[in-house]
């Protein structure tokens, strides 16, 4: 792992508009191809602080850098270009439904296209091929032409992450990828972010409830309570004493 920052948090916050404080003085960084886990409680802050990262949140104050550039000032292509570059995996999948599998996968391209040909599916042989190759990477090609709402929710979600591999992304960011899986299916989810991030070196920011599942995946956990870093420590340091502190309410 390449300990230079990918990802850099000075001084954020985010104040939503009705006074709830989403984020308080977030002040860490993400080393170039870590497999960091965020827990915490419900609303502790876990999803703002993933979204804010590919500016689907704004924040209030304080500056986020991603390889030493500040992005709060992106507008355009330069905020495109930083989207392409981050992948984004879902607890609801976020597919379409009603399409198949193949262009589920091959929507995760349309960054790199003219808005018209991406709306009239004129992807090019090319990266048809890619995504064959990309369900291969999740194993499943045979499903290349299934409608995505007769898939599992395992199958929803590696699909998913198909896609998100179509955008030759540096980071992937997962909110709450396994929430509503069984634990056979949590599992191999689990595992394919792993590989990835092991195989390409892409850094991958996880949040989870569970704290078997930190401590099984992850390469340091932050624990998020009421907006603020509570927790920070490489996995090898955790305690499960430490785990139970995050959680705790009073």
Request: charge should be positive; glycine fraction near 6%.
């Amino acid at each position: 792992m390449d300990q230079q920052p990918i990802i850099s948090f000075k001084n954020v916050n985010k104040i939503y508009n009705n006074g709830t404080v989403g984020l308080k003085d977030i002040n860490f960084d993400i080393p170039r191809g870590e497999f960091l886990v965020v827990v915490g409680l419900s609303g502790a802050g876990k999803s703002t602080l993933l979204r804010t990262i590919n500016r689907m949140h704004e924040i209030s104050s304080g500056e986020i850098t991603i390889e030493n550039e500040p992005i709060s000032d992106y507008k355009g292509q330069s905020l495109r270009l930083l989207r392409r570059k981050i992948g984004m995996i879902f607890q609801d999948f976020n597919l379409i439904k009603r399409s198949t599998v193949q262009r589920n996968v091959l929507s995760g391209r349309v960054s790199y296209y003219p808005t018209w040909k991406s709306v009239l599916n004129l992807f090019s042989a090319a990266d048809k091929d890619r995504a064959i190759r990309a369900l291969e990477r999740v194993n499943l090609t045979e499903k290349l032409y299934t409608r995505a709402d007769e898939l599992s929710g395992g199958q929803q979600q590696r699909v998913a992450i198909a896609r998100t591999l179509m955008q030759d992304p540096k980071v992937i960011l997962a909110d709450e990828p396994v929430a509503s899986l069984d634990p056979l299916t949590t599992q191999t989810v689990m595992d394919i972010l792993k590989r990835l991030n092991q195989e390409d070196g892409i850094t991958v920011i996880v949040n989870l409830h569970s704290v078997a599942l930190a401590r099984q995946y992850a390469d340091r956990i932050v624990g998020l309570r009421a907006g603020a870093v509570v927790y920070d420590k490489e996995i090898a340091d955790v305690t499960e004493a430490d785990l139970t502190k995050i959680y705790q309410t009073a």
